[in-house]
């Protein structure tokens, strides 16, 4: 029964208002539970950091989230240690015999030149939904907005789906200070030039989440998410928590 007046959102095979979480090695079973319940309210799921690779019956893992309409794909560290040890062929061998559609092109931790990354877009997207990150998993690592801007701009147009913000699992790097407080400068000024729906904010805990989902409003593409906060940010989303109250009343506070 639908009695309230909620914010609008997206459904089915969404294009924004994306819900992508972080797999980090959530057994079957339990991860057959939550996609009974939960699959609708979830887009993309990466299987976190380069754990993949050691993944017991990754196989099935995939072919679990594709049974629920749900887009698997590997974390860029797996990308960034196959571009090291130039096994870039071998990984999209890998991909392909697990089914996976979608691979993440970064430079969290290598420092890839974006000349470089824009050259593996080209070659990867004939065969592969391309997602590509920006931002460094090193606190120390400052780009400024230009940088920010320039980067994603470039990405887009050679092909990427979506670009990611690096905020780490912690929150902690990359669009976020060390403390964890959102560079919100930084993102007011990124959406006043680039399309937001092209964008997966990385927002790893529900305090970050609520910064997007009132700044950005209900249909911001959000990343990183834990499997068990799922359900939470979609109440976040349709305005059912205290800080998203009046959610339906003004939806994107940002020009």
Same mark, same amino acid.
């Given at each position: 029964m639908d009695f309230l007046t909620l914010p609008v959102r997206t459904q089915g095979n969404r294009t924004y208002g994306l819900t992508s979480i972080a797999d980090f090695g959530t057994p079957m079973g339990e991860l057959r539970n939550i996609l009974a319940d939960y699959s609708h309210i979830i887009d993309i799921a990466k299987i976190g950091i380069g754990s993949a690779y050691v993944t017991p019956n990754l196989k099935k893992k995939v072919d679990l989230y594709k049974e629920y309409q749900i887009k698997p794909y590997?974390?860029?560290?797996?990308?960034?240690?196959?571009?090291?040890?130039?096994?870039?062929?071998?990984?999209?061998?890998?991909?392909?015999? @697990?089914?996976? $559609?979608? #691979?993440?092109?970064?430079?969290?931790?290598?420092? =890839?030149?974006? %000349?470089?990354r824009l050259e593996m877009i080209t070659m990867l997207k004939d065969d592969f939904h391309v997602i590509a990150e920006v931002g460094s998993k090193d606190t120390e690592k400052e780009m400024s907005l230009s940088q920010w801007r320039h980067e994603m701009k470039q990405l887009l147009d050679a092909?990427?789906?979506?670009?990611?913000?690096?905020?780490?699992?912690?929150?902690?790097?990359?669009?976020?200070?060390?403390?964890?407080?959102?560079?919100?400068? @930084?993102?007011? $000024?990124? #959406?006043?030039?680039?399309?937001?729906?092209?964008? =997966?904010?990385? %927002?790893?805990?529900?305090?970050?989440?609520?910064?997007?989902?009132?700044?950005l409003g209900p249909n911001v593409n959000l990343g990183n998410v834990k499997l068990t906060d799922v359900l939470m940010l979609e109440a976040q989303r349709c305005g059912l928590r205290s800080e998203t109250f009046y959610l339906e009343d003004q939806t994107c506070k940002l020009p």
């Open positions: 590997c974390g860029g560290t797996l990308f960034e240690k196959c571009y090291y040890q130039n096994k870039i062929q071998e990984y999209v061998a890998y991909l392909k015999n @697990l089914g996976i $559609e979608w #691979v993440e092109v970064s430079n969290g931790t290598l420092d =890839i030149p974006l %000349a470089t092909g990427c789906e979506y670009v990611i913000t690096e905020g780490r699992d912690s929150g902690t790097a990359g669009i976020y200070e060390s403390c964890g407080s959102v560079k919100s400068d @930084l993102i007011r $000024e990124l #959406v006043k030039d680039l399309d937001q729906n092209k964008i =997966i904010f990385e %927002a790893p805990t529900p305090k970050h989440q609520m910064y997007f989902i009132r700044e």
